[in-house]
Nanobody, 121 residues
């Protein structure tokens, strides 16, 4: 599975962005998908995860209620809708595929290249 993240950009605090992650290959629907982010000088951290069929999602406490993860298996795409953005959301955002829904980077086997999100105050 190859993953291509897009949709990042520069937005003011309080604004919104929607990230997309397009997957190649016919087995996309077999994977749980996660979003992670990495700010300069910090470790990569979990943001959100969705099960293979979209039946279950979970979020980091810092984004719960503001971000929504979803997927369209017919389009081989996972999304991250980000609302009420804050400067502390500034990071490179990565999508990743795992054999099971997980909070841990080590359990993800495929990674996208990342897309930059910058939130100005």
């Amino acid at each position: 599975v190859q993953l291509q993240a897009s949709g990042g950009g520069l937005v003011r605090a309080g604004g919104s962005l929607r990230l997309s992650c397009a997957a190649s290959g016919r087995t996309f629907s077999a994977y749980a998908m996660g979003w992670f982010r990495q700010a300069p000088g910090k470790e990569r951290e979990f943001v959100a995860v969705i099960t293979w069929n979209g039946g279950s999602t979970d979020y980091a406490h810092s984004v719960k209620g503001r971000f929504t993860i979803s997927r369209d298996n017919a389009k081989n795409t996972v999304y991250l809708q980000m609302n009420s953005l804050k400067p502390e959301d500034t990071a490179v955002y990565y999508c990743a595929a795992s054999h099971r829904a997980s909070y841990y980077t080590r359990e993800y086997v495929y990674w996208g290249q990342g897309t930059q999100v910058t939130v100005s105050s």
